[in-house]
């Protein structure tokens, strides 16, 4: 059986990961609020850390999405209402890590769990969980490519952070924290830097290219696959955003020469 009938559910999961993520990510990264997908994301493990903990893992999607809409609800608030609204953000990610060891200390198996919520491992992701990841993503992605752009106002934004919610509770519990922060940011940022190509489009196609390493050399040289997604997603973009920052500084000062 070649690698590709044996992981297309974790390919194919990855590509749907980058492409809905990507949707978020140029977002976040234009408004200047980086830390919120972290944020909601760390607040939405804590449900998941409750389930596991204290309710032999039932209702875990249904405590996970409670507590990531709470997060998105106060988010939306607070970037109304709040000064250094990053401050902020930054405490309720802090709020949220310590909340889960907390609760987590409880658990013998606490440690082992602590880094499941951190970086999971899609690598052997069933059809069916891939079916339902799907049917959420495409429902999310409708949302925001069809009805978010008309909304105005207060409803617009709070559309946003529900639909980032809802995304969030899903990745959460198939890749974890850590993957999910790191494919929101990473991929968009490169797409962002660059200014041939249109933002959207290269950031999926850098972070499809991007996670598909990963999870090849995660499967050949049995790494762990959340932390080696995070770890080829952030290095390939830091990598592309300084290459590229040092070839406009070299062209800039050639056409200053000129």
């Not at 977002?27 to 909601?40: K, M, N, S």
């Not at 980032?164 to 924290?177: C, D, I, K, M, R």
């Not at 290269?202 to 790494?223: K, N």
């Given at each position: 059986?070649?690698?590709?009938?044996?992981?297309?559910?974790?390919?194919?999961?990855?590509?749907?990961?980058?492409?809905?993520?990507?949707?978020?990510?140029?977002?976040?990264?234009?408004?200047?609020?980086?830390?919120?997908?972290?944020?909601?994301?760390?607040?939405?493990?804590?449900?998941?850390?409750?389930?596991?903990?204290?309710?032999?893992?039932?209702?875990?999607?249904?405590?996970?999405?409670?507590?990531?809409?709470?997060?998105?609800?106060?988010?939306?608030?607070?970037?109304?209402?709040?000064?250094?609204?990053?401050?902020?953000?930054g405490l309720l990610y802090a709020l949220g890590i310590s909340s889960i060891m907390l609760?987590?200390?409880?658990?013998?198996?606490?440690?082992?769990?602590?880094?499941?919520?951190?970086?999971?491992?899609?690598?052997?992701?069933?059809?069916?969980?891939?079916?339902?990841?799907?049917?959420?993503?495409?429902?999310?992605?409708?949302?925001?490519?069809?009805?978010?752009?008309?909304?105005?106002?207060?409803?617009?934004?709070?559309?946003?952070?529900?639909?980032?919610?809802?995304?969030?509770?899903?990745?959460?519990?198939?890749?974890?924290?850590?993957?999910?922060?790191?494919?929101?940011?990473?991929?968009?940022?490169?797409?962002?830097?660059?200014?041939?190509?249109?933002?959207?489009?290269?950031?999926?196609?850098?972070?499809?290219?991007?996670?598909?390493?990963?999870?090849?050399?995660?499967?050949?040289?049995?790494?762990?696959?959340?932390?080696?997604?995070?770890?080829?997603?952030?290095?390939?973009?830091?990598?592309?955003?300084?290459?590229?920052?040092?070839?406009?500084?070299?062209?800039?000062?050639?056409?200053?020469?000129?």
């Amino acid at each position: 059986m070649s690698i590709v009938e044996l992981l297309w559910p974790a390919f194919m999961l990855a590509i749907a990961l980058v492409f809905i993520h990507t949707v978020f990510g140029l977002e976040i990264i234009r408004r200047g609020v980086i830390f919120t997908d972290l944020a909601i994301g760390q607040i939405a493990a804590i449900g998941m850390a409750i389930s596991v903990a204290f309710m032999q893992g039932q209702y875990q999607t249904a405590m996970t999405f409670t507590f990531a809409f709470l997060a998105a609800l106060l988010i939306t608030w607070a970037t109304k209402k709040i000064e250094k609204i990053e401050a902020f953000i930054g405490l309720l990610y802090a709020l949220g890590i310590s909340s889960i060891m907390l609760i987590l200390a409880q658990s013998s198996e606490g440690t082992e769990l602590f880094s499941k919520l951190s970086a999971a491992d899609i690598l052997f992701t069933s059809a069916d969980s891939l079916y339902k990841s799907l049917a959420i993503y495409g429902t999310v992605a409708f949302v925001m490519f069809v009805i978010y752009p008309r909304l105005r106002g207060n409803l617009k934004e709070f559309l946003f952070f529900t639909m980032l919610a809802v995304t969030v509770t899903s990745s959460v519990q198939s890749a974890g924290v850590l993957v999910v922060f790191s494919l929101l940011i990473a991929p968009s940022y490169a797409g962002l830097t660059q200014k041939k190509y249109n933002a959207f489009v290269f950031a999926c196609s850098f972070g499809t290219m991007a996670i598909i390493g990963a999870l090849v050399g995660s499967y050949y040289f049995d790494l762990p696959t959340g932390y080696a997604i995070i770890f080829v997603n952030v290095f390939a973009s830091l990598l592309f955003v300084v290459i590229s920052s040092i070839m406009r500084a070299k062209k800039g000062v050639l056409h200053n020469e000129k």
